[in-house]
């Protein structure tokens, strides 16, 4: 029997604990250690899982723990955890910005860890998860922990750790660039004539409706933005304006990098 200590039982931490509860077999047993938890949490009473408040409880010794705590709250809630791990237990963490070395140093200098970057679409299994594999960590906990990040989405495995400030800026804060793309292209109908409650739909259901076809087609999005551009017509003129030298693809540029740099500044 496999034990699994989850630590942070947020939005996040919920959506890949109920994930895991629903899809994954009766031979893995969890603990939930979040100081927030209480009775009326949603997924209380289920069968294989404990909820408690912190790592102080009686808790079995876990195979794996998953660090689903604040990148800012690490430090402080890493000690206990520690506590309960033997020297065997595998670290799986969803930190944005926090580094391997940066855990084995608050954990201990060999402690097998493994480092990912979910995104909250993860919440309805639709998400991306990024992994990094540390070194000394046993191919079978490798592999549940691909089982186990797959629950929530379609899993890619980094070579290099150094991608991961990379990815953390395209995948992982790249949900809010959508929310706010439906944002502005409400304000944008808003701003043509159309009335409110009207432009929020057309704003949102033109961003699902798109993203749908994107993922259900086998053409590329360049080619599916060809297909729907006609020479000289209302979507070329749309298009000379993103398209233009400093337009979308510029802006989306430093918006990138932007996180990409944050994401470095949280982990030193």
């Known amino acids: 029997m496999t034990h699994i200590l989850l630590a942070g039982c947020g939005k996040m931490g919920t959506a890949m604990l109920t994930g895991w509860l629903n899809n994954l077999n009766d031979d893995i047993t969890f603990s939930v250690v979040d100081p927030a938890i209480d009775a009326t949490h949603p997924l209380a009473g289920r069968p294989n899982v404990t909820f408690a408040k912190s790592a102080d409880a009686d808790l079995p010794s876990p195979d794996m723990v998953v660090l689903a705590v604040k990148p800012q709250m690490m430090a402080e809630a890493l000690p206990p955890l520690v506590k309960v791990s033997r020297k065997d237990t595998v670290w799986l963490s969803i930190a944005a910005g926090i580094s391997v070395k940066w855990l084995q140093d608050a954990i201990a200098e060999n402690a097998p860890i493994i480092r990912t970057m979910p995104n909250t679409p993860a919440a309805i299994g639709r998400g991306v998860t990024a992994m990094f594999t540390g070194e000394g960590v046993p191919g079978e906990m490798s592999d549940m922990a691909k089982s186990l990040l797959a629950v929530t989405g379609q899993v890619v495995i980094l070579d290099d750790e150094k991608d991961m400030d990379a990815v953390t800026a395209v995948s992982g804060s790249g949900p809010a660039y959508v929310f706010y793309l439906k944002e502005a292209l409400e304000g944008a109908a808003i701003n043509a ?74 982990g030193n």
């Open 193 to 266: 004539g159309l009335k409110p409650e009207l432009a929020a739909i057309l704003a949102e259901q033109t961003i699902i409706g798109a993203a749908a076809l994107m993922d259900e087609s086998n053409e590329s999005a360049s080619q599916l933005r060809v297909n729907v551009t006609s020479p000289g017509g209302t979507t070329q003129a749309a298009l000379d304006v993103l398209m233009a030298e400093d337009g979308l693809l510029r802006l989306m540029k430093k918006t990138v990098l932007a996180a990409r740099e944050r994401s470095r500044e949280l």
